[in-house]
């Protein structure tokens, strides 16, 4: 049920704004908690930022494909043409606003929440060679209040390394990416993509397939015919193609994926959770088997990250 709004809300000034779509990276920003705009990612950016009850009004909408993943309880009306939506907002909503879209947002709460900027013209390249595509028959539709564990972990993940600021964090925040503009297409544009059931050459969707099923199996124990299947290819040609384009076996890949989560877990904070635990929550047998690999890929051991 909506929660109810004072009519002010719904009746903001915006005849001083501009005309113009707008990079929200210059709006407010004394709101930004924490940002990676300088770390150089590319065309994907996050900002964890904390508002007081106001207003924003873009009548020309923003400059990026905008994604929000809500923090806390609020309450927001959203303007859109021709359009009005009220709705109180919950931690972990997801929400995500195209780009060049007009849009007029209120709120009479303190808002906090993470919001990632996605450069349209990357999704348009994700849309031509993941799904040979053309951009123009796609359009990324506006959405409030969804739960989606995808989008939130990557979120968290890049979060995670805004706030490191590691010297690998570029290239994961690139292939993060590239795995957030696949979603986006797959779940939220009005043009559903249909995928080859036996193609002819083998296509890059293919690599973007069997990664997509190892984000979201890793916790479990799943074999190179799996991810095969997965990707709707023999695990020899699917492997050599894995190997070629992304420079890593599916199972290094794999314990990559494994490594990252079980390092979000501690530096997010694991309450009472063993390392076990954590091991085994990833997909590592045992507390050892995590600590060998953690050691190898990071450099560190989890004991080092949890302290």
């Known amino acids: 049920m909506n929660a109810p709004y004072h009519p002010v809300l719904v009746a903001a000034d915006c005849s001083a704004a501009p005309r113009v779509p707008v990079d929200l990276a210059n709006v407010r920003p004394e709101s930004v908690r924490l940002s990676s705009r300088s770390l150089g990612w590319g065309p994907l950016n996050i900002e964890r930022r904390e508002i007081e009850p106001s207003a924003s009004c873009f009548p020309a909408g923003t400059s990026e494909h905008l994604i929000f993943v809500n923090l806390a309880e609020g309450h927001c009306v959203r303007e859109g043409v021709d359009e009005i ?6 931690a972990g909503h997801v929400s995500i606003h195209p780009s060049e879209k007009p849009v007029s947002w209120q709120w009479d709460t303190r808002l906090s929440f993470i919001m990632l900027a996605l450069e349209p013209a990357f999704l348009d390249q994700v849309a031509e060679r993941v799904f040979d595509l053309d951009p123009s ?10 739960r989606d564990p995808v989008i939130t972990h990557i979120a968290g993940v890049l979060s995670r390394e805004a706030l490191a600021g590691d010297a690998g964090s570029r290239l994961l925040a690139q292939s993060l990416a590239n795995q957030l503009g696949v979603h986006l297409i797959r779940h939220y ?22 990664i997509d099923f ?9 074999s190179l015919s799996e991810i095969a299947e997965a990707a709707h290819l023999s695990p020899f040609h699917l492997a050599r193609l894995f190997k070629r384009t992304t420079g890593l076996t599916p199972h290094q890949y794999l314990v990559q994926v ?7 877990l501690l530096t997010a904070g694991a309450g009472t959770r063993s390392l076990a635990e954590i091991a085994l929550a990833v997909g590592f047998a045992d507390q050892s088997h995590l600590t060998r690999h953690f050691k190898r890929v990071l450099g560190v051991t989890p004991k080092q990250v949890k302290q």
Do not use: C, F, K, M
């Open 214 to 222: 190892i984000n979201e199996n890793y916790a479990r124990d799943i």
């Open 85 to 90: 939506s009220d709705h109180a907002i919950e």
């Open 137 to 146: 028959t796609l359009e990324l539709q506006t959405v409030e209040r969804q």
């Open 258 to 264: 494994r490594v990252n989560s079980a390092r979000a």
């Open 189 to 210: 544009t009005t043009h559903t993509p249909e995928l080859a059931a036996e193609p002819a050459v083998l296509p890059p969707r293919a690599v973007t397939q069997s």
